[in-house]
Antibody, heavy 123, light 110 residues
Framework: QVQLVESGGGLVQPGRPLRLSCSASGFSFTSYGMHWVRQAPGKGLEWVAVISYDGGAEYYADSVKGRFTVSRDNSKNTVFLQMNSPRSDDTAFYYC????????????????WGQGTLVTVSS | QSALTQPASVSGSPGQSITISCAGSNNDVGTYDIVSWFQHHPGKAPKVIIYEVTKRPSGVSSHFFGSKSGNTASLTISGLQAEDEAEYYCCSYTTASTLVFGGGTKLTVL
């Protein structure tokens, strides 16, 4: 079955970079797009970014564009979220999710989710 | 991109049916049939219960039903059960090539 395990969260100072990882198993990783979605404490879900099956397309929420970068290593079944210049309002649980497909309209349905990793941005 | 609009809370008794609305615009729900619904129990991973407006993933109960009319999507849960008590979120693709979520609806089973 699909298994997604996020890691790399923790306490980070504002402006210091942090990289999150999501290790995938149980499916053909190279065929599916991958999302990052976050939930701040006491708030709702907020979409962060998505990357296509081959890494050829990336899309971002306005709130993170220019600061965060999504990438993937298909040889290691892993997707990353590089968080540069994090701010206090980036504090949240970060979830990775497998999309319905690899590109096109199927890229935009996050179907299977990991348990999340907590990022706290504070001095 | 503004969040989709959901009621903050709904409630119902076991066996009853409830509907959660998700109001968007011509920039999202009204233009694309790429609307998903998620069930989120505290401390657990969100679970997709509806995708592409009406489709249920395998293993999801048929008492969850998705629909759309104009700029508003809806999730209907029939035959409420205690385990349905959770937070529910809608989500839509947008003309800006992003996803936008609703603010979430807390379902209480009385």
């Amino acid at each position: 079955q699909v298994q997604l395990v996020e890691s790399g969260g923790g306490l980070v100072q504002p402006g210091r970079p942090l990289r999150l990882s999501c290790s995938a198993s149980g499916f053909s990783f190279t065929s599916y797009g991958m999302h990052w979605v976050r939930q701040a404490p006491g708030k709702g879900l907020e979409w962060v970014a998505v990357i296509s099956y081959d890494g050829g397309a990336e899309y971002y929420a306005d709130s993170v564009k220019g600061r965060f970068t999504v990438s993937r290593d298909n040889s290691k079944n892993t997707v990353f979220l590089q968080m540069n210049s994090p701010r206090s309002d980036d504090t949240a649980f970060y979830y990775c999710a497998k999309a319905l497909g690899g590109s096109g309209s199927h890229l935009w349905a996050p179907l299977s989710w990991g348990q999340g990793t907590l990022v706290t941005v504070s001095s | 991109q503004s969040a989709l609009t959901q009621p903050a809370s709904v409630s119902g008794s076991p066996g009853q049916s409830i509907t959660i609305s998700c109001a968007g615009s011509n920039n999202d729900v009204g233009t694309y049939d790429i609307v998903s619904w998620f069930q989120h129990h505290p401390g657990k991973a969100p679970k997709v219960i509806i995708y592409e407006v009406t489709k249920r993933p395998s293993g999801v109960s048929s008492h969850f039903f998705g629909s759309k009319s104009g700029n508003t999507a809806s999730l209907t849960i029939s035959g409420l059960q205690a385990e349905d008590e959770a937070e529910y979120y809608c989500c839509s693709y947008t003309t800006a090539s992003t996803l936008v979520f609703g603010g979430g609806t807390k379902l209480t089973v009385l």
